[in-house]
């Protein structure tokens, strides 16, 4: 069958369909859920679930209150549904189940919402020692009491009463299951609650201490932790007082308790259900006071040294304890106005600490000195207390003159309440000053040897007060923030910005921060000097405003949404989150915001801890949520040849579908699932049955689940009506036939070919069938809207394949004729016929073989015998100008005496040969074949005689033959060379090397070729290697080595006998030496002997003498030699003198 892309609607029309459901009633149970649902908080959630087969059917699901409203409608796929209810009375639950369009049952079930029983049993119970307690779990005027049932269970889950009230004994932990049960027995409104009955004498009070001074804190807790009632006692008082309710509490004891004393802290409990057993249990614990002690009076010490000196101490309050700082002294349970004498002390100044409890409290005092060593004598003077400055206050001062200013020592300076302020060595100076805060002090002075002398009396500098008034050290700003200082007093402001600029502002006016920086403000009263001003800074911090936007990021399918503040990744903790619903009131402060109505909502969000920006909250809309949508189906004609039936969806709000899945009920009432059509509004199809379509919202990152929002089916039926046209079921054709379909309408016709391709045409048009198999027609009508569907037809097309031929040579002749064959390939020669031209188009021959003699084209057609002739063209093939001989020529490489062969190597053309043979004919004349030699074109040749090659082509035919005569040389000349060559490369001297006459030269040295000269003259140390190529192409070699003699030598004999032939004077030379001059003196100066030779040869004798002078005799002796050397090259000359000695 054909299927085509077209748009259809224009051929058949859209049809609506209506869908019609049938309601039936059954007997058999389709709503399961239960029948009574108990309201125990408020709203409660009852699930129901329908009968049949969840993978097919469709749910239509309502739920009407007590009061009527329809307060679910849903219909979808969801077999089982949840429903939250809250109004008491007599619900309906309604569900129809339709399959494929077709309502198969419905049921209504009415359900009851029981209103919550009232529950008695507490969450804790107490337990009085030697008593039973009675626990209750309900009130028994609740609604339908008497249809509950209990079962009490005790901590090891045993089984321990059925009733409403239970009696018990014994602390521990207790639950209650209480239930009604339905017609059919089962379970309905069960519940369970559970209690710990506690015993009462097991209570205590835990604390962190148990004595507190008035500067510290105290907490309590009960233990087991529970929630009860708080009381203070103090002892010797009446009654007690209520602090406060909880498991613990912390107090502070100057706000909380009633003075200084004995106390009692108390925990009580009680059980309203047993009022009877009250917890009660307490602690004691003591808020000493802060010891107080006085100076009373002093007694001097004696001297630097004198240890005689007192102190008078009396106590204010009780004292557990009184020391001395630094000393072993103490005194123990001192009594209120009794006086302390601490004895041996030396003068100084001494710090004084009085406990009481776990309470401190200290003072200062001063033992004088009695008579002070001159170098410690001192006058305090000029005490000056604190004074105003323009931004606040100047320490007070006083100086300290010495007597003598060569004291060594040093000083120490004590606030009044014993801490040591100032310690340092005196400065080298008869006087100096401290500077010091207001308020009253001690000085003494020591000396290197630790005398003290101390400063009987108080120094008193006198304390300024300041300003009040409080201002941010640290501000956060976003755009600007107005500057208020808070004061009660009628200050002035100074406020220096952070680019030196001042602004004066009143108490009550404000500053605009508009930059970021450090500000300096300062609170003065103008006109006085008493309070003095305060100096702040205020560091200033700009925050950019936060780019934000709200965001969906879920949605459920009932409307739930959540919308997030989309802060671009800032820290959600630094900045503050504002949103509006419609009424513009603020509905939340967190970046996530679940909207429980719909309309315009804004989101602002600010910096933290800042001033707010100015931008302008963000609106956005929260929409109606659609739940449900309509759906709307329409279909065209379903025809058995296509086109396919189109189904198109429609529906409200079609923005809020996501996703469309589509199924098939065909007649036998099954599932076809179609998720090839997912997510389309308009299928094809060309199966009829049933069709749903279910859409679907689903928005990834946004869905919490994919919600079904409708679904509905429409009826699809095949149309029986076609176009009529005719064309033959079979049909044989050579290569191609064209065909017109018969008919009277006016049709369009796509036509698909056995390849599967698709061509077009219209009534009264034709169509070139060129396949074998079966061709297609599938024929439309051209006018729209048709009450006609296609119509298919079919055509089988045989096909004679043309013939598959090439012309083939067969056999050729060495006279250049040749004999053609036809040779096929998918027939045989008697079910073809054979056409053989020339290049003029005469037929030469109709059999399957031609003998051609003369080269040139020639064509071979060959058709199929018994059909029409196939569209080919004729085989061209060429007859070449055949080759009879070809040139042959034979050269040779000399056969030189040292060598085992020479090379012979065949010249000629060789496209035309294909076998090539060597044949050897010895000089006795016997000729033999060099099988193991054919078809080489080069061989060696190793034996003296005659070789002959002879050429062929593929028929074979001889097409030429050479020979050549090979004799070995006889040349027996080598190259003339010296083992040895004596050189001086640093005058480049050397020897002029000639190794004879030959063809060709090559002279290396080490391995490396350096001439290729006739003649060389060696300049390196080393060795040497020379071939020379002979006139006949013959390679020799030779070699030899180079000595380094730079120097001009000449050797001579120290001794001769005159006229001795085996002992005469000769002289050498080395090569070096062109020219030699002798002469030889006797014992007077006298020449006897004088000798010149330009014409020496190397380590070759020269200038005899036979040692006679004028032909006589020399006389024994010494005689004195004198040798003149020359080079001609380097122009040198070389004198040599030396002795002979002769002896006869």
Partial sequence: ??????????????????????????????????????????????????????????????????????????????????????????????????????????????????????????????????????????????????????????EDNNVIGDQNTISISTPGFFSVRFFLLDSEGNLECETTISTEVLDTGAFSILSDKSEICPTELISFSSDPPISGDWFFEKIGDPGKFFFTSGEEITINPNSALNGEGDYLVYFELTDPNNPNCKIETSRPFTFNPEPQIEFVSAESADGC?????????????????????????????????????????????????????????TLTAIVPLNNPPDQL???????????????????????????????????????????????????????????????NYFFELFDESLCNLPQSEKIEIESLNLVSYTSPTFLSICDEFELTPQTSQNLEFTLTYPDGSEEIQQSGQSFTILEEGTYTLVGRIPGQSVICPVRREIQVEKVEPVTFE?????????????????????DPATVDFFWFDENEDLVGTGQFLNPVSTGTYKLDVQPSNSTACSND???????????????????????????????????????????????????????????????????????????????????????????????????????????????????????????????????????????????????????????????????????????????????????????????????????????????????????????????????????????????GSYFLEVQPAESTPCEISPIVFEIAEPVLSVDVSLT????????????????????????????????DGNQRQLNDLTNEREISASLEGTYEVRVFNNIPCLLGREEILIL?????????????????????????????????????????????SPTYKPLQIGNFDLIVTSLEGCTYSASF??????????????????????????????????????????????????????????EESTCLWDGTYRGEKIPNGAYSIRINLVNYEKNINKTQLGSLMVID
């Fill in 1 to 154: 069958m054909l299927f085509l892309q077209k748009d259809w609607s224009e051929v058949f029309p859209i049809e609506k369909k209506s869908q019609e459901h049938t309601y039936k009633t059954t007997n058999e149970t389709l709503i399961f859920g239960p029948d009574r649902i108990c309201n125990y908080f408020g709203t409660v959630i009852g699930s129901f679930s329908g009968g049949g087969i969840p993978e097919t059917d469709v749910y239509s699901w309502q739920i009407t209150s007590p009061s009527g409203e329809v307060e679910f409608d849903r219909t979808g796929g969801f077999q089982a549904i949840s429903f939250t209810f809250s109004d008491v009375g007599i619900y309906q639950v309604k569900l129809e189940i339709l399959r494929g369009g077709i309502s198969i049952g419905s049921e209504l079930k009415e359900v009851e919402l029981v209103p919550s029983p009232d529950i008695l049993l507490e969450e804790n119970n107490f337990l009085c020692a030697g008593e039973s307690l009675d626990l209750v779990a309900l009130n028994p005027e609740s609604p339908e009491f008497e249809e509950y049932q209990f079962e009490w269970l005790d």
């Fill in 550 to 570: 709200p965001v969906l990021i879920s949605e459920d399918c009932f409307g739930n949404r959540t919308f997030e503040a989309n802060i671009f990744g800032r």
């Fill in 892 to 923: 040779s490489e000399p056969f030189c005496p040292d060598a085992s062969s020479a090379l012979v190597t065949v010249q000629s053309d060789f496209e035309q040969i294909t076998t090539i043979e060597w044949w050897f004919t010895d000089p």
């Fill in 305 to 361: 040294s004198g240890t005689d000196g007192k102190l008078f101490i009396r106590a204010l309050t009780p004292i557990d304890l009184l020391t001395v700082e630094g000393l072993g002294f103490s005194e123990l349970d001192i009594l209120e106005g009794e006086i302390v004498e601490i004895p041996n002390l030396k003068s100084g100044a001494y710090s004084i600490f009085g406990q009481l409890g776990n309470c401190f409290n």
């Fill in 617 to 855: 909250p963000i609106p956005f809309e929260v929409r109606e949520p659609v739940l449900s949508v309509d759906i709307s189906l329409t279909t065209t004609k379903l025809c058995e040849f296509g086109p396919e039936a189109i189904v198109n969806l429609e529906t409200t709000f079609p923005d809020e579908v996501t996703d469309i899945r589509w199924r098939r009920f065909n007649e036998a009432g099954e599932i076809v699932e179609l998720p090839q059509f997912n997510d389309l509004n308009e299928i094809q199809t060309r199966e009829g049955g049933t069709y749903e379509v279910a859409v679907f919202r689903f928005i990834p990152g946004i869905s919490v689940e994919e919600c079904e929002l409708g679904r509905a089916t429409v009826q699809l039926d095949l149309t029986p009506d076609k176009v009529a046209f005719d064309i033959p079921s079979e049909l044989t054709i050579c290569e191609r036939f064209e065909l017109i379909p018969d008919t009277n309408q006016e049709l369009d016709f796509f036509i698909t070919s056995p390849s599967g391709s698709i061509s077009e045409i219209s009534t009264g048009e034709s169509i070139v069938l060129d396949q074998t198999g079966v061709y297609t027609f599938l024929a439309f009508d051209q006018n729209s809207p048709t009450p006609f569907c296609p119509e298919q037809k079919e055509i089988l097309v045989s096909r004679v394949q043309p013939v598959v031929y090439e012309p083939v040579l067969v056999e050729e002749f060495c006279d250049g004729s040749s004999l053609y064959s036809a040779e096929l390939q998918n027939y045989s020669a008697e079910d073809v016929v054979f056409f053989w031209r020339d290049n003029t188009g005469n037929l030469l021959g109709q059999d399957q073989t031609l003998p051609i003699t003369n080269p």
């Fill in 377 to 439: 004598e001192f006058e305090i003077v000029d005490e000056i207390g604190e004074t105003c400055t323009d931004e606040g206050k100047l320490e007070g001062s006083f100086t300290v003159k010495l007597e003598n200013t060569g004291t060594n020592g040093g000083y120490r300076l004590f606030n009044e309440r014993g801490a040591l302020i100032i310690e340092s060595s005196l400065p080298g100076t008869d006087e100096f000053t401290l500077t010091v805060p207001g308020g």
């Fill in 968 to 1012: 070995r040389s006889q040349d027996e000349v080598r190259p003339d060379v010296d083992s040895v060559y004596q050189i001086c490369p640093r005058l480049e001297i050397a020897p002029e090397i000639n190794p004879g006459n030959f063809a060709g030269y090559e002279w290396y040295f080490e391995g490396q070729l350096v001439s290729t």
């Fill in 1041 to 1098: 080595e180079t000595e380094e003699e730079c120097e001009l030598r000449v050797q001579f004999p120290t001794a001769i006998t005159p006229q001795d032939n085996q002992k005469p004077f000769l002289i050498y030379t080395n090569y070096l030496v062109d020219e030699l001059e002798l002469w030889i003196f006797n014992q007077w100066g006298e020449l006897i002997f004088h000798c010149k030779n330009d014409q020496l040869i190397t």
